[in-house]
């Protein structure tokens, strides 16, 4: 199983950036797919959940209504739309992706993409 993201880069406080996470030999469909983000010296924090089959998406309450996460099953990909970027969302962004569907153990990590907001 490998994830790859891809997307991140550096844009001006109040741009946007629209990351993806697109997966071999797995299927996003099947499970929990979560964007999570570490920025340095502190703890990696989830950003983004997608429940199975996107019956509901949960979001940290620090990027409601900025960024929106969704998914292409047909490209295999997931994607978290950032909006109204802000210099704390500025960290390492990692999917993450959980097979069993709870949103909890998740097994497969890409390897991040950089976010850099100024």
């Known amino acids: 199983v490998q994830l790859v993201e891809s997307g991140g880069g550096s844009v001006q406080s109040g741009g946007s950036l629209r990351l993806s996470c697109e997966a071999s030999g797995y299927t996003f469909s099947s499970g929990c797919t979560g964007w999570f983000r570490q920025a340095p010296g502190k703890e990696r924090e989830v950003v983004a959940a997608l429940f199975t089959g996107e019956r509901d998406t949960y979001y940290d309450d620090s990027v409601q209504g900025r960024f929106t996460a969704s998914q292409d099953n047909a490209k295999n990909t997931v994607y978290l739309q950032m909006n109204s970027l802000k210099p704390e969302d500025t960290a390492m962004y990692y999917c993450?992706?959980?097979?069993?569907?709870?949103?909890?153990?998740?097994?497969?990590w890409g390897q991040g993409t950089q976010v850099t907001v100024s």
């Open positions: 993450a992706a959980d097979p069993g569907g709870s949103c909890q153990y998740y097994g497969y």
